[in-house]
Each structure stands twice: as structure tokens, then as C-alpha cells.
């Protein structure tokens, strides 16, 4: 795994050449959020020894395999960590994929995976996880979440907007890089969800898959303007 530093907290680590999960640094040591897919523990581990804290906690942006393949693993390896999940994301991860009551009935994309950890805590909109804030941003899965550190307006997005080839909404094609947007639950939802976002103004975009923004906020907004045709 590759890893890069943007600005004072958060590390990016890189598998392939696409996918990423990343570490922010707090006082009490590392939020390790999400973890790529499996077989990755031992990249994680090295990278949290070169930065000299220890991981504290896990939190999962949303139950698909490249984001919690290596759930399990990690867990087992490093096993007095908080894992952190929201209320919806922790039902596909013990393997309920039914929709729920209001969740309107699109078809669920992308590989979803099951893990054997049960989250110690689940969190809903607006909740604080040391300095970060949890912002609900469904569509690409129901229960996605993303992550706003509030020291210094970074915001994690897990895969509520892709970077990769050029940066759009959850659930707009891009040719060089069609993953995310056919994993996209409702593209409808995650347009919404992707203003809600941008009305945060952040001060930089970290996203699962693609390079780290800084000043995002007319990138964000040219995304939006992009989805807004196309789901129309």
C-alpha cells in the first residue's frame, strides 16, 4: 500500500491503483477508517508504525468489500480496537440485506461483504467520534456514512463522490473507472447526499477511490451540476 500525508491529520493508504482507506491521527493515537480489502493488515500496521501511534478504533464508511473486506483480520490482529459502524451499515455487515421500511426499492449493487465482528457502537447523523463528525450520506449504500474532522474542515467521503478520473457524484460513469457507480444503490439519494455535503465547504475531499482535493468546494459544486443532468 502507498501512503501519503495531506495536512496535519490524515494519512491516505493506496492499494492498486484506485482504492484507498485512510488513517487520521488524534491524541490518543490513530482512527483507522476503513480498510480496504482483505489480506491488508500487515500494510496497515506498518504504516501506523512509521506514523508511531497506535490504531484506536475502526470505522466503516459502508459494508462493501473494498471498504470492510479486511474487517476481520484486522480486528483479530489488533483486537482491543473500537469498531464503529452506522446502524444501517452494521445490519449488511451481519448479513441482512433486506431493504427497510422507507428505503425505496432499488436493487442493491456492489459486493456487499459479512463479517464476524459485531460493531462495539453504532452511530447515527451528527454523532462525534473523537474529532470526527459523522455526516449521513446514503445512496451509494443505504446507511453510508462520511466523515467531517472538524480541527480543520477535512472531509471523508467515502464513496459519496469518486475522484478517479475526474471527480463526480456516486453513481456517474466514468468509463476509466465504472466501479463505484455500479455498486450505486440510488443515484437519486446520492445526489442528494452529495449536496449535503458540499454545503459543508471543506477544506479538503478525501474520497475511497481517487487523489485528495484541496479547496474542493467548485469541484464538488461542477460534480453536482454534472449529476443533476444526468439523473434528471
Not at 451499515?89 to 426499492?105: I, N, Q, R, V
Not at 452511530?123 to 474529532?131: E, K
Request: glycine share 8%.
Amino acid at each position: 500500500m502507498r501512503h501519503t500525508q495531506h495536512g496535519n491529520y490524515l494519512h491516505k493508504l493506496t492499494k492498486l491503483i484506485g482504492f484507498n482507506n485512510y488513517l487520521v491521527e488524534e491524541e490518543d493515537g490513530l482512527t483507522l477508517i476503513d480498510t480496504n480489502f482483505g489480506d491488508n493488515t500487515a500494510d496497515i500496521i506498518a504504516v501506523c508504525q512509521t506514523i508511531g501511534k497506535p490504531v484506536k478504533r475502526l470505522i466503516v464508511t459502508h459494508a462493501h468489500a473494498d471498504h470492510a473486506g479486511a474487517v476481520d483480520e484486522f480486528l483479530s490482529a489488533v483486537p482491543d480496537v473500537e469498531f464503529i459502524a452506522s446502524e444501517r451499515s452494521a445490519s449488511f455487515l451481519a448479513g441482512d440485506m433486506s431493504l427497510k421500511s422507507g428505503e425505496t426499492p432499488s436493487q442493491l449493487n456492489g459486493s456487499y461483504v459479512t463479517v464476524k465482528a459485531v460493531p462495539t457502537s453504532t452511530v447515527n447523523d451528527g454523532d462525534m467520534i473523537g474529532s470526527l463528525q459523522v455526516i449521513s450520506s446514503s445512496g451509494h449504500t443505504p446507511g453510508h456514512i462520511a466523515l467531517l474532522d472538524t480541527r480543520d474542515q477535512t472531509l471523508i467521503a467515502g464513496d459519496a463522490f469518486v475522484t478517479q478520473a475526474s471527480i463526480s457524484v456516486s453513481g456517474v460513469f466514468r468509463l476509466l473507472f465504472p466501479f463505484p457507480a455500479m455498486a450505486t444503490w440510488n443515484k437519486t439519494v446520492a445526489l442528494e447526499s452529495a449536496r449535503k455535503l458540499s454545503a459543508l465547504n471543506p477544506s479538503r475531499l478525501a474520497v475511497g477511490h481517487g487523489v485528495v482535493l484541496e479547496n474542493p468546494k467548485t469541484s464538488m459544486e461542477q460534480a453536482i451540476d454534472e449529476a443533476s443532468r444526468k439523473f434528471a
